[in-house]
């Protein structure tokens, strides 16, 4: 597992990616090419002997309190092994970073396995869109954790070390 920042020559993979994972409500490519070039976003990609494994995207703006996690994805045959958390990790310490003290995401209401890797890491539901995922008429649960928490517990399950990629599935949005 190799995480590094992800750039405009990613797009394609991330593509891939977020068509197999999203199949009816996958992000456009112009959506995500802005998210990738935004100053205010940061996006990682998860590799392995030169294969795009997922990626994550987060938007947090210099200095604001919040920040949101915009998407974590996984490939389906690379899930279950940590990846997901790693990542989230990863987008939460750079969170902290940028001086955010409160980190939101949305996630679907029929994806247990996302919800419960954000409840083990803090997360906790603050209220629901009704109908949020569309075509499927699918809800979004809108969970929040605070960093200074998630910092004191020792990032979750595993140590925190302040900066960098920490070493710890499936789809989450």
Request: proline share 3%; aromatic share 6%.
């Amino acid at each position: 597992m190799s995480l590094r920042t992800a750039t405009a020559s990613d797009l394609d993979g991330i593509m891939a990616l977020e068509r197999a994972s999203f199949p009816t409500d996958a992000w456009s490519a112009e959506m995500m090419r802005a998210e990738l070039m935004s100053p205010h976003g940061r996006y990682i990609v998860d590799e392995e002997a030169g294969r795009l494994l997922g990626y994550a995207g987060l938007r947090a703006v210099s200095g604001a309190a919040d920040a949101d996690i915009q998407t974590i994805t996984v490939d389906g045959a690379a899930r279950g092994r940590g990846r997901g958390r790693t990542m989230l990790r990863e987008l939460l310490r750079t969170a902290d970073e940028r001086g955010a003290r409160t980190v939101f995401l949305e996630v679907r209401a029929d994806n247990p396995v996302a919800q419960q890797l954000y409840r083990s890491e803090g997360f906790v539901e603050i209220g629901r869109r009704p109908r949020y995922y569309q075509p499927d008429d699918v809800d979004a649960i809108i969970m929040r954790v605070d960093l200074a928490g998630w910092k004191a517990q020792g990032a979750g399950a595993g140590a925190w070390t302040g900066a960098g990629v920490a070493t710890s599935g499936g789809v989450c949005t």
